[in-house]
């Protein structure tokens, strides 16, 4: 028999555990994700891109569309589908700044660096006037954790690898407000598609 693939946690400090889902993110883009592209109608900016499925979402919409990862791989294997990305981190100089009609921030991606109120106001600036900013967030009930976190991989049976530790955090759908209030940002419409949670913010 094969040997199974591997498996990767995300693990946090505070003790829970989420397994990646990996697989997901190599695929097609799911119902979820398309529908987070359907809201988007000007040039997009794909922050944390991964493997670039959403970005590649975008751009069969017609948007021009831009991935942006710290990953070379994600990097890689989001040209590999034929869309534009960058290997850059999220707080460095991006094209375009001030003039994206929208912003995202999926999988997850909120949690970069560990201060979700810094990394809002960041992607404030990445926005046009009239632009928004989608984020995914946790179901209602999660609040907020920041901390720190590693990725665990390995198959059943095996022994486990830990990565480096790196900031990170989660924000549940009923913590953006405040989140976002203090990055001087505002919720416009927040939205879910099954037991995915989704915050659409605007300028204050």
């Known amino acids: 028999m094969p040997a199974a693939p591997p498996e990767h946690w995300l ?12 697989r997901r993110w190599h695929g097609p883009p ?5 529908s987070v592209a359907a809201r988007c109608t000007g040039p997009t900016i794909d922050l944390g891109c991964g ?10 919409r017609g ?12 990097v890689r294997l989001t040209q590999d589908r034929g869309v534009v990305a960058l290997r850059r981190d ?3 100089p991006l094209p375009g700044e001030g003039r994206w009609a929208h912003a995202l921030l999926i999988d997850g991606n909120i949690g970069i660096g560990g201060d979700p109120v810094r990394l809002l106001r960041r992607c404030g600036a990445l926005i046009a006037a009239d ?19 590693f990725v665990q991989s390995g ?11 790196f900031r990170w955090a989660r924000v549940g759908a009923e ?9 001087g940002l505002r919720v416009g419409d927040r939205f879910r598609f099954g037991p995915r949670w989704f915050a659409e913010l605007v300028r204050s």
């Open 51 to 60: 493997p670039g499925r959403l970005t590649r979402a975008l751009a069969q």
């Open 175 to 183: 913590a953006v407000a405040g989140i976002a209030d203090a990055a």
């Open 63 to 74: 948007l021009v569309a831009l991935g942006v990862d710290i990953c070379a791989e994600a």
């Open 90 to 92: 999220v707080f460095d």
């Open 131 to 149: 632009g928004t900013l989608v984020v995914e967030v946790e179901p209602p009930g999660a609040g907020q954790w920041q901390g720190q976190a």
């Open 30 to 34: 799911e119902p979820a994700i398309e």
């Open 11 to 22: 693990v946090h400090a505070d003790g829970r555990r989420d397994l990646l889902p990996v």
């Open 155 to 165: 198959s059943s049976g095996d022994r486990h690898r830990r990565g480096p530790a």
